[in-house]
């Protein structure tokens, strides 16, 4: 049975850092749906309605074209082991670029990865639990490093020049204004 709850309680953000990969959920005004796995150390809940997530250099930036079209975020949770579970986050998302003034104090929150692209600050408006029943036990080997082992490759001017090539259209076809700092 779905539970819906106005802040991240204390038992929300604990089952939320056991997690090794989250969903992120967006939609601009019209066209295609985004719903992209994310995973890394990458998430934090700053308190009971705010949490933040470092978005990584990636083969898109629908999240961004979507966000600046229409702030909503859905960010999913599930566990795969454990106690069956299911967390949503829902709210009102903005983005902070690189080299801007919250990018940066937000920065301290996690590792210095290499490709980091931008920071989304969401304000949860809700957060709704589930049962998770039918999902499926899988059990966490080790975490991917090909996204950091590619982007640590690369210096700040060759990212930048992936981000004009590569990150500026959405799939859709739109515009996405990414400052190049």
């Avoid at 930036?61 to 909503?72: A, K, L």
Wanted: hydrophobic share 35%.
């Amino acid at each position: 049975m779905a539970q819906q709850f106005e802040k991240i309680n204390q038992s929300h953000k604990e089952f939320i850092e056991k997690q090794k990969i989250f969903f992120t959920a967006t939609a601009g005004t019209d066209g295609r749906i985004n719903l992209s796995p994310k995973g890394l150390d990458s998430f934090r809940v700053i308190n009971e309605t705010t949490i933040i997530w470092l978005n990584l250099t990636g083969s898109g930036n629908e999240t961004m074209g979507h966000i600046q079209e229409n702030n909503r975020m859905t960010i999913m949770f599930c566990s795969f082991d454990e106690k069956p579970l299911i967390l949503r986050l829902y709210g009102k998302a903005k983005i902070h670029f690189a080299g801007s003034e919250n990018f940066n104090k937000f920065s301290a929150e996690f590792a210095d990865l290499p490709g980091k692209r931008q920071i989304y600050e969401m304000k949860v408006e809700m957060v709704q639990t589930s049962c998770g029943w039918a999902v499926p036990h899988y059990n966490f080997v080790k975490e991917r490093q090909t996204l950091n082992e590619w982007s640590g490759k690369k210096d700040p001017s060759e990212i930048k020049e992936y981000w004009e090539e590569r990150n500026n259209t959405s799939i859709d076809g739109k515009n996405i204004e990414m400052p190049i700092l």
